[in-house]
Nanobody
């Protein structure tokens, strides 16, 4: 079964940027979506963004215009570029593919 490993989280000030990466352990089917979700303390896990081959993307309204999802099929990796970060973006961010979840990476936005 494929495994997903996230990296790139950390502490950043409001208005700052971070880039998350998610590497799959095996070849992933490019026609299937890969995505990012997040879960803040006391809240349900929610969709952040998804991408399929060809560039079709889907974003949560809360991150449109600030976050960009991209995918490198040759590296079996999906990225999430996060700009203009806000305190409300603080959460554990999870990578997702089919029925597999990564272990999550913490993003904290605070001054």
């Amino acid at each position: 079964q494929v495994q997903l490993v996230e990296s790139g989280g950390g502490l950043v000030q409001p208005g700052g940027s971070l880039r998350l990466s998610c590497a799959a352990s095996t070849t992933v089917l490019s026609v299937l979506p890969m995505g990012w979700y997040r879960q803040a303390p006391g809240k349900q896990r929610e969709l952040v963004a998804t991408i399929v081959t060809g560039g079709a993307t889907n974003y949560a309204d809360a991150v449109k215009g600030r976050f960009t999802i991209s995918r490198d099929n040759a590296k079996n990796t999906v990225y999430l570029q996060m700009n203009m970060l806000r305190p409300e973006d603080t959460a554990v961010y999870y990578c997702h593919y089919v029925n597999v979840w990564g272990q999550g990476t913490q993003v904290t936005v605070s001054s």
